[in-house]
Antibody
Framework: EVVLVESGGGAVQPGRSLRLSCSVS????????LSWFRQAPGKGLEWVGF??????????EYAASVKGRVTISRDDSESIAYLEMNSLKSEDTAVYYCGRVVGNDYVVDYWGQGALVTISS | SYVLTQPPSVSVAPGQTARFTCAGN??????VQWYQQKPGQAPVLVIFHENDRPSGIPERFSGSTSGNTATLTISRVEAGDEADYYC????????????FGGGTKLTVL
């Protein structure tokens, strides 16, 4: 069974940093790209960034709204991906999801349950 | 950047057919996905590649595209289908690779 589990969410003060983890099981993590998304309270889905598999260089891409403040990395030996965010703002308050990416058109076929990040002083 | 437009809400009675539209320039040339999201839960992929269903998704769910509009159709709607539905495309030429519509809330009367 494919499972993704986010962790590391919580309340953070503006300007601080946070690292979320996405632990996966049920598939060979190293064979897949992984993407991060977020959903602000009462709002729709927004893409944050993704990391390709090592076969495709393990390179990353980021949404314009977070570029420069976000770093995505992966540890294939531990089947974990990370999302590091710095200089957090109130508008970063959201539920953050990780998702497994499949195919050449980058379909996200499985999602984690989400981790709530609240930015507040 | 690429934009997908969805109506905010759709209401249907149980047993009827619900249709969700997703408008985007040239959407017929893109791979369209649809996600179902129930309150407090993660999104679930219900349609990919315009009209393919992942295993476990009922045949009542189908997709199509015509012109600049993609459509998700749910036949014989059930109370358990009540959720938000998001369309999504992959756009490697824009600032945001994964583009989502604003979502449509399905209310089962």
């Amino acid at each position: 069974e494919v499972v993704l589990v986010e962790s590391g969410g919580g309340a953070v003060q503006p300007g601080r940093s946070l690292r979320l983890s996405c632990s996966v099981s049920g598939f060979t993590f190293g064979d897949y790209a992984l993407s991060w998304f977020r959903q602000a309270p009462g709002k729709g889905l927004e893409w944050v960034g993704f990391i390709r598999s090592k076969v495709y260089g393990g390179t990353t891409e980021y949404a314009a709204s977070v570029k420069g403040r976000v770093t995505i990395s992966r540890d294939d030996s531990e089947s974990i991906a990370y999302l590091e965010m710095n200089s957090l703002k109130s508008e970063d308050t959201a539920v953050y999801y990780c998702g497994r990416v499949v195919g050449n058109d980058y379909v996200v076929d499985y999602w984690g349950q989400g981790a709530l990040v609240t930015i507040s002083s | 950047s690429y934009v997908l437009t969805q109506p905010p809400s759709v209401s249907v009675a149980p047993g009827q057919t619900a249709r969700f539209t997703c408008a985007g320039n040239g959407i017929g040339s893109k791979s369209v996905q649809w996600y179902q999201q129930k309150p407090g839960q993660a999104p679930v992929l219900v349609i990919f590649h315009e009209n393919d269903r992942p295993s476990g998704i009922p045949e009542r769910f189908s997709g199509s595209t015509s012109g600049n509009t993609a459509t998700l159709t749910i036949s014989r709607v059930e109370a358990g289908d009540e959720a938000d539905y998001y369309c999504q495309v992959w756009d490697s030429r824009g600032d945001n690779f994964w583009v989502f519509g604003g979502g449509t809330k399905l209310t089962v009367l």
